[in-house]
């Protein structure tokens, strides 16, 4: 299974909010040789580490591709460009996010790329819509599931089901 990450807490140039946003970044990933197989829900998440910032649009997006994980991950980062995703400061306020979560179980660990996500296991915006898509998928180093994952998070990280309705 591969999986991707979308967030996006700052509306694109174009766009009206962040969930229009993101929804047009999915609808724009078969253009970089990504299909979507399946998609959570939509969640509206508040920004970790925690911070004035727009609360974030967040998904999960099970996919299907011939690219490798490294041309995988420099597709996500070119659509990333299309919607204007400026590299600053880190956990800074985006238009887009697409991360590189799990690539069949790999295990990468270079200057690039991390496989799994290294910090996927401690957030809440991750696991929820990962849980929903894919209860029983295996972090490939701590041999644990996506469920039980999210039950062992501490308390925090607030968290809604936004469904495809445009948040607030």
């Known amino acids: ?16 909010s962040p969930l229009a946003t993101a929804r ?8 970089v040789g990504v299909a979507v197989v399946e998609r959570s829900r939509w969640y509206l998440s508040a920004p970790v580490p925690p911070s004035a910032q727009p609360w974030y ?3 999960v997006a099970a996919v299907a591709t011939a ?19 400026r590299r600053g400061l880190p956990n800074a306020a ?4 697409l991360d590189l ?14 496989l799994p ?7 809440r915006f991750v696991l929820a ?9 295996v972090h490939s180093t701590l041999s644990v599931s996506a469920t039980e994952l999210l039950a062992r998070l501490p308390p925090g990280q607030p968290i809604r089901v936004l469904g495809d309705v445009a948040p607030a």
């Open 1 to 16: 299974m591969i999986l991707v990450g979308i967030g996006s807490n700052l509306a694109a140039p174009g766009r009206n």
């Open 24 to 31: 047009a970044a999915v609808a724009g990933l078969p253009s």
């Open 57 to 59: 649009v967040n998904a």
């Open 67 to 85: 690219l490798d994980p490294d041309a995988l991950l420099a597709a996500l980062q070119a659509l990333e460009a299309r919607f204007a995703r």
């Open 94 to 97: 985006r238009t887009l996010d």
């Open 101 to 114: 979560l799990d690539y069949e179980g790999r295990r990468v660990d270079t200057a690039r790329l991390a």
């Open 117 to 123: 996500h290294p910090r996927l296991h401690e957030r």
């Open 129 to 137: 819509p990962l849980a929903e898509i894919a209860p029983g998928w």
